[in-house]
């Protein structure tokens, strides 16, 4: 069994740039061997986010979306933040509703996933939305959504999609993948 690594020491915290959305904090920090090293980070938050993967007969359920990091649109599962107050599947069930127009009776929570840890403390809430029926709830997205269902017998081919590549979505999919199969429907 391995020996627990010793956290660094925090010497300080100072925040180095800021906009309306993003605060990059600098961080000072020592090594147990006694290295030091100024890392930079986006201050941590507590709020979480939630992915969901809609299925609904035979079929996945996808949107696409403009991203505006890489200057096109992303084809992917509805996700959103989770809003003061919610829990997971509240929140889950809204943002389906949002984005794709549909709720769920059945929501199957499957896994926390960190993002980039070395820069945030981001984690995403990747759920399974079953049983759906349609209900549109006003979202804050600036453009309608456009659906792309795709079979589960083909779900591993979404991999090959040029447009099907951020690495929560891809996680998702194999994720989801594996709960199929347990649930015997791959």
């Not at 659906?147 to 891809?170: S, T």
Request: charged share 30%; hydrophobic share 40%; glycine share 6%.
């Amino acid at each position: 069994m391995n020996k627990p690594l010793k956290k660094p020491i925090i010497h300080q915290v100072e925040t180095v740039a800021q906009s309306r959305l993003f605060t990059v904090e600098s961080v000072d920090l020592e090594f147990s061997n006694g290295e030091r090293r100024i890392y930079e980070r986006m201050r941590p938050s507590n709020r979480e986010a939630v992915m969901i993967v809609p299925v609904v007969d035979d079929h996945l359920i996808l949107i696409r979306e403009y991203a505006v990091g890489t200057e096109s649109y992303e084809l992917g599962f509805s996700k959103g933040l989770i809003d003061p107050g919610e829990g997971v599947l509240e929140a889950a069930n809204r943002e389906l509703k949002e984005e794709v127009g549909f709720g769920a009776k059945r929501l199957t929570f499957l896994k926390k996933l960190g993002m980039a840890p070395s820069y945030f403390s981001s984690k995403m809430n990747i759920l399974v939305a079953e049983d759906l029926y349609p209900e549109s709830l006003p979202g804050d997205e600036p453009e309608p959504l456009p659906q792309v269902r795709w079979p589960l017998a083909r779900m591993m081919d979404l991999l090959e999609e040029p447009d099907f590549n951020e690495a929560r979505n891809v996680s998702a999919l194999f994720l989801v993948r594996e709960w199929l199969r347990e649930q015997g429907r791959l």
